[in-house]
């Protein structure tokens, strides 16, 4: 078990530029969360997907927002025309399908994106 | 929607004080309750889960126990050490995403 992956680390880019982060969960893990965490603040949730199907959306992804699934295993998240307020570490969690023990996801170390 | 309310830090403490970080939540339905531990440079780590009401979570001698009259899942360790020096977050589960607070730093001095 060799955790969550998140790359790159930290990404900075030109205010107008794409970027795309990549996530790998846990291998056995089925479903897959994105969230968004800004400094002072606990991480604010973005999607989920099970498998390939993305199941859960916040507001808080506007239209330039796009993250994908293929293949049930990675995920990716990329940002359109960045903006400076998307500047922020983007982080990926895991977790298996609900069990008795509650929803337990396992986080990566996240991307930092600086939008200059 | 759910909420979680967490005490501001930062928290300074000096070695082998006791710790208390007061959590309260407002959810819909039966949550299950979490801390997750932020070292700098790393990703969140979870610290201790609860499900239900009256089980008490524990690790590393960090406590907490769900309390549902009173909504709260307030954080506790008899001694820290400096090794304990991270941000901690009170989060809670009722649905697919987790909620979380805005997280407390804990400065842990020798």
């Known amino acids: 078990d060799t955790g969550v992956s998140q790359n790159p680390r930290h990404k900075i880019t030109k205010r107008g530029q794409n970027v795309t982060f990549r996530c790998d969960p846990i291998s056995e893990h089925n479903r897959l969360y994105w969230y968004r965490q800004t400094l002072g603040q606990g991480p604010e949730f973005l999607t989920y997907f099970q498998n390939e199907a993305q199941l859960e959306k916040s507001r808080l992804l506007s239209d330039r927002f796009s993250a994908e699934r293929p293949k049930g295993s990675f995920s990716t998240l990329e940002i359109q025309r960045t903006e400076q307020g998307d500047s922020a570490m983007y982080l990926c969690?895991?977790?298996?399908?609900?069990?008795?023990?509650?929803?337990?996801?396992?986080f990566g170390a996240g991307t930092r994106l600086s939008v200059l | 929607g759910d909420s979680v309310t967490q005490m501001e830090g930062p928290v300074t403490l000096s070695e082998e004080a006791f710790l208390t970080i007061n959590c309260t939540y407002t959810?819909?339905?039966?949550?299950?309750l979490f801390w997750y531990v932020q070292y700098p440079g790393e990703g969140l780590q979870l610290l201790l889960k609860a499900t239900k009401a009256d089980d008490k979570g524990s690790n590393k001698g960090f406590e907490a126990t769900y309390r549902k009259e009173t909504t709260s899942f307030h954080l506790e360790k008899g001694s820290v050490q400096v090794s304990d020096s991270a941000v901690y977050f009170c989060a809670l589960t009722s649905d697919q995403k987790v909620t979380f607070g805005t997280g407390t730093k804990l400065q842990v001095i020798p």
């Open positions: 959810a819909t339905g039966y949550p299950s």
């Open positions: 969690a895991s977790s298996k399908k609900e069990t008795s023990l509650g929803n337990i996801q396992y």
